[in-house]
C-alpha cells in the first residue's frame, strides 16, 4: 500500500459551507476538537446536535471519528451517509476507497476513488491513490497518467512523497528521450526491425506515449503481421484520443484477422467522420453493408455486453466504454441505462471537462449572490484545470480580476 493515504487528508477549508453559518461555525467547533485529538468529545458535539449531524460533511467527520475508535463498520455507514446527503462529498469517497483498499478490494477502491475525482480531479490525494493502485494491478498506461497528474495538480510540492515520484518520472523521461534519439538513427539506417525493438523498449520505459503504439502497428502491418498490428492499434484507439484514420486501421485491421462484429462496429463508428461521396464513404458503406450480418448473431451481440460487464469489474473503464458502444452499435438500440453508464465512465477517465462545465455555470450564480470569495475559487479551479485558450479560461480568469478588485475596495474602503 505504498503511496497511498489512508487516512483522511480533508480539512474543512475544502467544504461549501456558504450560506449555512450556524452550521460552519459548529462544524468549525467539531473539526477542532477532531484535529487536537479529542476525538470523542468532537463525536459528540455532532451526534448531539441534528442541524450539524445532517450535514454531509459531518457525516464524513464522524466517520473519521469512528475509524479513530476503530470503529471501521459504522465509520463506513457514516461515509456512505454523507454521500447519499450530498453526491459531491467527494471526501467521503475517499475515505471509503481508503478502507476498501485497505482490505485488498483495488476495484472497489478504484470506482470509489473515480467518484472522488469526478467532483475534485485536482486532488492530489485522489490522483496518488488511483496511480499507485493501477500500477498494482499491472495498468501501466493508467497509473502513468495518474502519476502525472499527481505532479501536474500537487499544490505542496516541498513533501519527501512528491520529490520521489518527480525523480521517478524525470528518470524515465529520460530513458525515453534516449531511445527516441536511437530510433531516429535505425529510421535513417532504414532498419524498420531495430525501429520496432527501440519502440517497444519505449514503451515498456513510459507507457503514456500514443504515437508510438501507432507507429508500431503501422509497422507491423507494413510488415502484414496484421494479430500484432491490431494489438497496437487497439491500445491507441481504446485509451487515447484517437483520429478517424486509427480508426479507420483499427477497423481494417479487424476485418483483415476476421473479426468481424469488431470491424462492423468501428466501420460504422468511422462512418460518421466520412465526407459523403467520397471515395472512403463509399469504401466503408459497402464493408458495413458486406457485415450486417453480424446483426442477426445473438450470441457474438451477447459477449460484447459480457466483456463491457467484466471490464467493469476489473477497472478498465477505457475499454468497458468501448464494448457498451459495440453492444449499442449492434443491436441498433439506444438503451438509456447503458447510455448512462458509458457516460459515468467517461467522466471517470476524463473529468476534467465535465467539471470545468460544471464550474463554469457557477460562476453567475454566485457573482449575483455577491459571494466573491468563493466566486474566486471557482475561478482558481477552472484555471488549474481547464484547457489553456479556452473560453471558460478566458472567462474565469476575467471573473477573477473583477471579483478581486471588489474584495479589495470592501477591505480598504468599506464599499
Not at 233 to 253: D, E, K, Q, S, V
Not at 384 to 399: D, F, G, R, V
Request: net charge neutral.
Amino acid at each position: 500500500m505504498e503511496g497511498i493515504n489512508l487516512n483522511s487528508n480533508t480539512s474543512l477549508s475544502d467544504v461549501d459551507l456558504s450560506g449555512e453559518k450556524a452550521v460552519s461555525s459548529k462544524l468549525t467547533k467539531a473539526y477542532e476538537l477532531y484535529a487536537s485529538g479529542q476525538i470523542q468529545e468532537a463525536l459528540n458535539f455532532i451526534e448531539n446536535d441534528q442541524m450539524v449531524s445532517g450535514n454531509a460533511y459531518a457525516q464524513v467527520l464522524t466517520g473519521n471519528c469512528y475509524k479513530k475508535l476503530g470503529k471501521t463498520d459504522i465509520a463506513l455507514n457514516h461515509w456512505k451517509r454523507a454521500v447519499d446527503i450530498s453526491p459531491l462529498e467527494y471526501s467521503a469517497y475517499i475515505n471509503i476507497g481508503n478502507e476498501l483498499y485497505s482490505t485488498g478490494n483495488l476495484h472497489e477502491a478504484i470506482y470509489n476513488w473515480h467518484l472522488a475525482s469526478s467532483v475534485y480531479p485536482e486532488n492530489s490525494t485522489i490522483n496518488l491513490n488511483l496511480a499507485v493502485a493501477y500500477d498494482k494491478l499491472g495498468y501501466r498506461i493508467q497509473s502513468t497518467k495518474y502519476f502525472e497528474k499527481y505532479l501536474k495538480y500537487t499544490v505542496n510540492k516541498n513533501t519527501p512523497e512528491y520529490h520521489k515520484i518527480k525523480r521517478g518520472i524525470a528518470t524515465l523521461t529520460a530513458k525515453t528521450d534516449f531511445y527516441l534519439k536511437k530510433s531516429e538513427e535505425y529510421k535513417q539506417q532504414k532498419d524498420l526491425k531495430r525501429v520496432a525493438a527501440t519502440y517497444l523498449m519505449l514503451i515498456s520505459t513510459y507507457a503514456n506515449l500514443p504515437n508510438i503504439y501507432i507507429n508500431l502497428a503501422n509497422i507491423f502491418m507494413f510488415d502484414k503481421n496484421y494479430e500484432k498490428a491490431l494489438e497496437f492499434f487497439r491500445i491507441a484507439y481504446i485509451n487515447f484520443p484517437y483520429t478517424p484514420t486509427t480508426l479507420m486501421c483499427t477497423a481494417n485491421m479487424h476485418y483483415v484477422t476476421g473479426e468481424k462484429s469488431y470491424a462492423y462496429c468501428y466501420y460504422k463508428k468511422v462512418f460518421e467522420y466520412l465526407t459523403e461521396g467520397t471515395s472512403h464513404w463509399f469504401q466503408v458503406k459497402a464493408k458495413i453493408s458486406e457485415l450486417s450480418n453480424v446483426k442477426s448473431d445473438s450470441e457474438l451481440i451477447e459477449s460484447h455486453l459480457q466483456k463491457a460487464k467484466t471490464a467493469e469489474d476489473l477497472s478498465q473503464y477505457e475499454l468497458a466504454i468501448d464494448e457498451y458502444e459495440n453492444y449499442l452499435i449492434l443491436t441498433e438500440s439506444e438503451s438509456p441505462e447503458i447510455r448512462q453508464l458509458i457516460d459515468k465512465y467517461k467522466v471517470f477517465i476524463n473529468p476534467e471537462p465535465f467539471v470545468v462545465k460544471v464550474l463554469y455555470a457557477q460562476i453567475p450564480e454566485l457573482m449575483q449572490a455577491k459571494k466573491l470569495h468563493a466566486a474566486v475559487e471557482v475561478c482558481d479551479r477552472i484555471m488549474t484545470i481547464a484547457e489553456p485558450h479556452t473560453k471558460e479560461m478566458i472567462y474565469a480568469m476575467k471573473c477573477k480580476v473583477e471579483c478581486k478588485k471588489v474584495i479589495i475596495a470592501r477591505e480598504q474602503f468599506g464599499a
